[in-house]
């Protein structure tokens, strides 16, 4: 059959009366939506406004790679993704075709056609139009369908709702009473083309096999496409009231604001909190537009607790609780006695009980912040005078002695005795500064890594120097701990420091100090390269500066840092620098970007847990499994974490940072 004949009669078999009461529905639906949905964009509108929001090209652009694509979903549960891109899919090619095809009937009308000679709807486009359909009516099927079973099976880690019910076989129902509203219309109209609807003939099939004549069809047909009409307006009318409407918050998050990186936050400044009162969160009013919309986001799939290293080892914090917790206070905006959100609505404790590993904002695919979330009540408590033991005790000594132990600038420098280590003094044409860091300054074990570093840049020949007694804590636990001004201080001193000497390049081994210098340091006027030691050790063995010597290959376990990994993306080179140095790897069920936390982020380093409290306990496990008897680190953090956990487990493992690895298989020391 040549495709030119191909068409159909839009609104077959339904006469003139049905048709107008079906778009008077349709339009008295669209204005219960709209009225709906109102009153939750007007609140989304009522928050701080934030950063700048994408240019138009940019917000097209967003929606071209993340939103449609629903490239975001990929991280975590990959059946829950293809199911959830079934369903999105095939419900937008659903909704855009029933847009063309009222589009066409309006067409006809105004062009004074009849029904049956349409404008476009026929041809080559026809040919395309009703396969496409079909297949995104069986796409819809096929996620609504593996999302009630899942939902059936009591998944813990989801929230639930009665609605979500509903909506599912809602959906359901409209996937295949389409069908069977196609099946009917075909034989009703005894189209020559039934073929091209491949889906609605098999059911056409189907049905005159089980004896249904044309006139049967003529009225079944009817009923059954009013019954479809009115479960898809309901649905419409619901889509404000229910988790459909998530795919709105989301679309408008992921595609009209700015993308943030893993590890920054947002500044505060003290004149910022002397014109407004606010200091960090603690109403609903203090949130911005962004973190509003992305309440109504959280369809609460548990993918962020899923990943959570506190949720993990018992502690009362749960992503995806906070988040819920906070929007449901979303009504209450602009109302009086709203209950105070650090404290109140989200506990202390809960809020204590982050690590600021950035693990949930990573998975989550509509781009919901957490962290942010927390950090900024983080804030208000710290205002508000609320913190106590030992995480009080540590902010206090940063704010006294510079680093989080209290001890005094003199002894900064004890860790290079034996050494001939060069300050910036010593050596002011220096090409890159080595930042020890409080660990490897006043840390006995983390001491190692900064002279086997040093020991490393001496052999390659690097023109180097240490800031010495002038180096202060660069104040990343202070921060994400909710302490700005602290932070401020000593991020003040570090940067008017690096400036009298006009440091551009900086290599570290610590990702905290790594990441604060890199994404903190920018808000104080402190703008560098900034290197990790891993990726900087790599280039020297590539350059041939450092000949190693792989004899002796060691089979070792590493553990890939949260601020390393994750947050900056750092994933080849400590890889690069074990393989250089002959090891041999053997991989843990969780690395690289997906990596586990050892607990120690966060200002968590400083709290006094117990054994069986402490976060990263899995992380332990998992290390202790692996039967590894060199774990290999590239945090100070990470190290005093694992160390003091295989130790309260009995392993005798030892665990050692990526310099002393390299610094040992060196040919000058074989």
Same mark, same amino acid.
């Given at each position: 059959m040549p495709t030119e004949t191909l068409t159909r009669e839009i609104f077959g078999n339904i006469g003139t009366v049905p048709k107008t009461i079906f778009y008077a529905l349709a339009i008295i639906t669209g204005l219960i939506a709209i009225k709906t949905a109102w009153p939750r964009i007007r609140r989304w509108r009522s928050?701080?406004?934030?950063?700048?929001?994408?240019?138009?090209?940019?917000?097209?652009?967003?929606?071209?790679?993340?939103?449609?694509?629903?490239?975001?979903?990929?991280?975590?549960r990959p059946a829950a993704s293809r199911a959830h891109r079934c369903l999105f899919g095939g419900f937008a090619v659903l909704t855009l075709g029933t847009v063309l095809i009222a589009v066409e009937h309006v067409a006809a009308l105004l062009a004074g056609r009849e029904a049956d000679q349409p404008v476009f709807h026929k041809g080559l486009y026809y040919a395309i139009y009703e396969p496409v359909m079909d297949l995104a009516g069986l796409a819809v099927l096929f996620g609504a369908g593996w999302f009630l079973v899942r939902r059936r099976r009591g998944?813990?880690?989801?929230?639930?709702?009665?609605?979500?019910?509903?909506?599912?076989?809602?959906?359901?129902?409209?996937?295949?009473?389409g069908f069977l509203v196609e099946g009917l219309r075909i034989i009703e109209a005894d189209s020559p083309g039934r073929w091209v609807s491949f889906v609605g003939a098999a059911v056409a099939g189907a049905l005159e096999s089980a004896g249904v004549t044309r006139e049967a069809a003529v009225i079944v047909h009817q009923l059954t496409w009013w019954l479809h009409a009115v479960v898809a307006l309901g649905l419409l009318a619901a889509v404000p009231?229910?988790?459909?409407?998530?795919?709105?918050?989301?679309?408008?998050?992921?595609?009209?604001?700015?993308?943030?990186?893993?590890?920054?936050?947002?500044?505060?400044?003290?004149?910022?909190?002397?014109?407004?009162?606010?200091f960090g969160i603690s109403q609903m009013e203090h949130l911005a537009v962004r973190q509003l919309v992305s309440l109504?986001?959280?369809?609460?799939?548990?993918?962020?607790?899923?990943e959570c290293p506190a949720h993990a080892a018992g502690k009362p914090l749960s992503p995806r609780q906070v988040v819920q917790d906070l929007a449901g206070q979303l009504r209450g905006i602009g109302s009086d006695g709203t209950p105070a959100l650090a404290g109140g609505v989200v506990s202390e404790d809960t809020l204590w009980s982050c690590t600021t590993c950035s693990a949930c904002v990573e998975v989550c695919p509509l781009g919901v912040d957490p962290l942010e979330l927390i950090t900024g009540m983080r804030r208000h408590l710290i205002g508000a005078g609320a913190v106590r033991g030992p995480a009080a005790a540590a902010l206090q000594k940063l704010g006294r002695s510079g680093n989080p132990w209290g001890l005094p600038p003199e002894q900064r420098?004890?860790?290079?005795?034996?050494?001939?280590?060069?300050?910036?003094?010593?050596?002011?044409d220096f090409e890159v500064l080595y930042w020890v860091g409080c660990a490897a300054?006043?840390?006995?074990?983390?001491?190692?890594?900064?002279?086997?570093?040093?020991?490393?840049?001496?052999?390659?020949?690097?023109?180097?120097?240490?800031? !010495?007694? @002038?180096?202060? +804590?660069? /104040?990343?636990?202070?921060?994400?701990?909710?302490?700005?001004?602290?932070?401020?201080e000593l991020a003040a001193h570090n940067v008017k420091e690096l400036g009298r000497h006009d440091v551009t390049s900086i290599v570290t081994h610590c990702p905290h100090c790594l990441n604060s210098l890199k994404h903190d340091y920018p808000d104080a006027g402190g703008h560098y390269e900034v290197i990790h030691h891993s990726e900087f050790l790599s280039t020297l063995v590539d350059?041939?500066?450092?000949?190693?010597?792989?004899?002796?290959?060691?089979k070792v376990t590493f553990h890939d840092p949260c601020y390393l990994a994750r947050v900056n993306g750092i994933v080849d080179a400590p890889r690069d620098v074990l393989a250089a140095a002959g090891a041999e790897l053997d991989e843990?069920?969780?690395? !690289?970007? @997906?990596?586990? +936390?050892? /607990?120690g982020g966060g200002g968590r380093m400083w709290l006094d847990d117990g054994p069986e409290d402490r976060v990263g306990r899995d992380r332990v496990n998992e290390i202790t499994a692996a039967g590894a008897e060199t774990v290999v680190v590239s945090c100070p953090f990470c190290r005093t974490m694992i160390g003091d956990g295989l130790a309260t487990e009995g392993h005798s493992a030892n665990v050692v940072d990526l310099a002393e690895v390299l610094f040992e298989s060196l040919e000058e020391t074989g």
């Open positions: 928050g701080q406004a934030g950063e700048s929001r994408h240019s138009a090209g940019q917000t097209v652009r967003a929606i071209l790679a993340r939103v449609l694509s629903q490239s975001t979903l990929d991280k975590t998944d813990a880690s989801i929230g639930h709702r009665n609605s979500d019910w509903m909506v599912l076989f809602a959906l359901l129902f409209l996937g295949g009473s009231s229910t988790r459909l409407w998530h795919a709105i918050a989301g679309g408008v998050l992921l595609s009209r604001h700015p993308e943030r990186p893993l590890g920054t936050m947002t500044a505060v400044t003290i004149e910022d909190v002397e014109a407004t009162g606010v109504d986001a959280c369809v609460s799939c548990g993918r962020c607790q899923d420098m004890d860790w290079t005795e034996g050494l001939e280590v060069p300050t910036v003094d010593d050596q002011p300054a006043y840390d006995r074990q983390s001491r190692r890594t900064a002279r086997a570093m040093v020991r490393l840049l001496q052999v390659a020949g690097v023109r180097f120097a240490v800031l !010495g007694e @002038r180096e202060r +804590c660069t /104040g990343e636990s202070a921060r994400r701990m909710g302490e700005e001004f602290v932070f401020a350059e041939g500066r450092l000949q190693v010597d792989r004899s002796s290959a060691e843990l069920p969780r690395h !690289g970007c @997906r990596t586990a +936390c050892c /607990g």
